[in-house]
């Protein structure tokens, strides 16, 4: 077992066109209390052609940037991996912002077992919250629930840590998932006998998204990457498809963070999400659509 100050983390952050928002994570982590000789940042642009401002790395400390063609942000946080020189990994994403101790909290948690899997809170936040939209009441109550993943053994990776033995065990993501990797990672663990624990103290700010474009762009990445892996299973996939929300529609009454009429306005979404994944479904499945990244 390490103690807490030796553990040295890789900070692995996938990125797609997405350089203004990674510039706020990169703020974040460059004011960690965590000790900055004691991790690293790589940045793996998964858009190779798209490069950074000029001026991007001014004053930031411990970043570096590399390339992966791969499409996929599995491919690019696999490249980051092999990249990467320490020992433990904490995985989060470019439009995240961690709090100043998130290092130190996912720290405190890894230190205490060889082979854990650390996930710790995504929290959803709106624009303006006196003025929260049917999309942002959405995300806030469906986004990334890491606490509800952790109660059925899965986390995001928006906020993930890990031993590097833990990941090549596992065998790293599977690299030709679209979405759905991390939790595919979380299932493979398991079977390793590899313990997921959760730390709530270990958070990272997430926007909510507030435009339908956002949304529809969100729904329709993980339906059409969903269809493509689970096509050869079609009816079961239809019938969860066609399926009253049941889970979902409970989620969302039972969130203590919405009003009532921010609650409703996120059911009125949900009907407008199932209807574009039945949609993307089968245009991927049956007329061979390809996936958005």
Same mark, same amino acid.
């Given at each position: 077992?390490?103690?807490?100050?030796?553990? /040295? !983390?890789?900070?692995?952050?996938? @990125?797609? #066109?997405?350089?203004?928002?990674?510039s706020k994570c990169l703020a974040? $982590?460059? =004011?960690?209390?965590?000790?900055?000789?004691?991790?690293?940042?790589?940045?793996?642009?998964?858009?190779?052609?798209?490069?950074?401002?000029?001026?991007?790395?001014?004053?930031?400390?411990?970043?570096?940037?590399?390339?992966?063609?791969?499409?996929?942000?599995?491919?690019?946080?696999?490249?980051?991996?092999?990249?990467? /020189? !320490?020992?433990?990994?904490?995985? @989060?994403? #470019?439009?995240?912002?961690?709090?100043?101790?998130?290092?130190?909290? $996912?720290? =405190?948690?890894?230190?205490?077992?060889?082979?854990?899997?650390?996930?710790?809170k995504v929290n959803i936040f709106?624009?303006?919250?006196?003025?929260?939209?049917?999309?942002?009441?959405?995300?806030?109550?469906?986004?990334?629930?890491?606490?509800?993943?952790?109660?059925?053994?899965?986390?995001?990776?928006?906020?993930?840590?890990?031993?590097?033995?833990?990941?090549?065990?596992?065998?790293?993501?599977?690299?030709?998932?679209?979405?759905?990797?991390?939790?595919?990672?979380?299932?493979?663990?398991?079977?390793?006998?590899?313990?997921?624990?959760?730390?709530?103290?270990?958070?990272?700010?997430?926007?909510?998204?507030?435009?339908?474009?956002?949304l529809r762009e969100k729904v329709?990445?993980?339906?059409?990457?969903?269809?493509?892996?689970?096509?050869?299973?079609?009816?079961?996939?239809?019938?969860?498809?066609?399926?009253?929300?049941?889970?979902?529609?409970?989620?969302?009454?039972?969130?203590?963070?919405?009003?009532?009429?921010?609650?409703?306005?996120?059911?009125?979404?949900?009907?407008?999400?199932?209807?574009?994944?039945?949609?993307?479904?089968?245009?991927?499945?049956?007329?061979?659509?390809?996936?958005?990244?």
């Amino acid at each position: 077992m390490h103690k807490q100050n030796e553990i /040295k !983390f890789s900070v692995i952050i996938p @990125t797609y #066109s997405s350089w203004g928002k990674l510039s706020k994570c990169l703020a974040a $982590l460059n =004011k960690q209390t965590y000790d900055q000789d004691k991790f690293e940042v790589i940045v793996v642009n998964n858009l190779p052609g798209d490069k950074p401002p000029c001026t991007f790395l001014n004053n930031l400390n411990n970043i570096r940037i590399i390339e992966e063609s791969s499409p996929g942000s599995y491919a690019a946080r696999n490249k980051g991996v092999e990249s990467s /020189k !320490f020992r433990y990994l904490a995985f @989060t994403d #470019s439009d995240c912002i961690p709090t100043e101790n998130w290092l130190q909290e $996912l720290a =405190k948690k890894i230190m205490h077992s060889e082979t854990y899997l650390v996930s710790g809170k995504v929290n959803i936040f709106p624009k303006n919250a006196d003025m929260i939209n049917m999309v942002e009441a959405y995300d806030i109550a469906l986004g990334i629930n890491q606490h509800l993943y952790f109660k059925k053994g899965l986390a995001a990776t928006a906020n993930l840590a890990m031993k590097r033995e833990v990941f090549d065990l596992v065998d790293g993501f599977d690299s030709t998932l679209l979405s759905g990797g991390d939790m595919d990672f979380c299932r493979r663990a398991k079977l390793e006998g590899i313990k997921l624990v959760y730390n709530d103290l270990a958070i990272v700010h997430h926007p909510a998204r507030n435009s339908w474009g956002e949304l529809r762009e969100k729904v329709e990445r993980i339906s059409g990457a969903r269809a493509k892996v689970k096509g050869k299973d079609f009816l079961r996939y239809l019938i969860s498809i066609i399926s009253p929300p049941i889970v979902r529609i409970h989620i969302i009454v039972k969130n203590s963070d919405l009003s009532n009429k921010y609650k409703l306005k996120a059911l009125l979404v949900l009907l407008f999400v199932k209807i574009i994944q039945f949609k993307e479904y089968f245009a991927v499945l049956l007329f061979n659509k390809k996936p958005k990244r």
